[in-house]
């Protein structure tokens, strides 16, 4: 039996329209998604939007529409934006689906039954205005952050989950699993910063508006939007359903891959939720970087960024893609630019890997009528690249094993690199002109095939367009991972030589 994988992305606000840095966490999810059914995973991918919250059903009120058609219209954008950029999920989770809103209940009825939730008094600083309750430290100049008006002291009955029970359970689980929290550095922050200073119960309800899923035995109340978001991750898996196959199955994730300052709800108030249902935690978390614009956040109200489609529009698919795994070291804060993309592009598709293609394909047309095949007459030169082909598919699943997403690309990207440099030191186009050595002219220009193939294999995972094109022009049908071995072609009828990334002119 194939063993299972299940990786999520958080589940976005459809407030507004999704940016270029949602689109950067979905990338790479997808990328990890599909490197994973190559390997012969069972994969289960999931992404979705969380639509309740005070926060939504203000934008709602703004735009004088109800808060689902509000949502509505802005998920379907989104579901046509991750089509553009081919995001393979498996499924689309959104908390106001049906199901999902049972089993949340449900949840929380187990919970409040079991003696983990409890009625309890909740005060806080409140901007009538506004209908938001404010902490002191968020307030600014001791007035209400949004529209600095006065806040007055309230208190309302609400329900707490009793967090503070589960923090030595907690600390000593993060402690003995050091994967859990991924990078290092942000266990330790989850650890010091939070943890350590004392985990308080956490108020789980709201009766200041209505935008949620009720609480089944008191509806004046609604679900806390984190804990309705949060169980997406069983919800969708049929956990609390007649039908609990997939979560059998599924259930623990493999992966929540999620944005560095959502991390604390993923390795704190989820893992104690779990804990409290007596269900197994993920096996990992990773918190990743933000793509920042100009040093600062991409932001509606700045203004500072375009439809993600319109970067496809203009640079291709791969382009897009591409720059999203390859550009940011995964867990740091990365730039986006149009200029980066189009150097980007232009450097390691256009240059180093196009280029590859084009100049290997046409000389094969040209001086072998199309034909490479496997002779065993190589000299040291040749033997030197083809042990590096030999490494690449284990350096790749090393790396990719350890979610470092554009190292793996590092180590392809290198590879083409020097099957460049072995054309420049080969010089073919010389060979070619003594007929004695057609041989050995077959043997470069094969060993380069198997380099572009075996890279292109891999390539499917992160630019499948630009793979397929690759692979379509080899001719091939070796294309999966079990045919990652080199030689594994026993002759090449290549295609007409064509451009496979066109190049970018700068603005
Ligand atoms: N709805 C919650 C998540 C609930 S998960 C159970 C939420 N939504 S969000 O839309 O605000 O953010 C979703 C994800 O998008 C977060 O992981 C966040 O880090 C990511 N990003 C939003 N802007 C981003 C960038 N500029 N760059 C990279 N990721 C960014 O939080």
New binding site residues.
Partial sequence: MKEKFYITT????PSANFHI??C??TIIADAIARFKRLEGYDVFFQTGT?DHGQKIENKAKETEKAPKDYVDEIVENAKDLWKTLKISYDYFIRTTDDNHIKAVQQIFETLYKQGDIYKGEYKGLYCTPCESFWTESQLVDGKCPDCEREVKEVSEEAYFFKLSKYQKQLTEYIESHPDFIQPVSRKNEMINNFIKPGLADLCVSRSSFTWGIPVSFDEKHVIYVWID??S?YITSLGYTSDDSTLFDKFWPADLHL??K??VRFHTIIWPAILMALDLPLPKQIFGHG???IDGGK?SKSLGNYQDPREYVRTYGVDAVRYFALKEVPFGNDGNFSEEALISRTNSDLVNNLGNLVTRTVSMTNKYLDDKAIRLDNDGEVDNNLISEIKKLQNSVKVKMNEYKVNEALTEIMDLLKKCNKYIDDTTPWIVAKDPEKKDYLNTILYNILEGIRISAILLQAFIPDTSEKILNILATDKRSFDDLEFGQVEEYLVKEAQIIYERIENK
């Fill in positions: 958080p589940i976005y606000y840095g949602h950067y966490t969380d978001a949060l997406n999620v944005g300052e959502i933000w793509l920042i991409i």
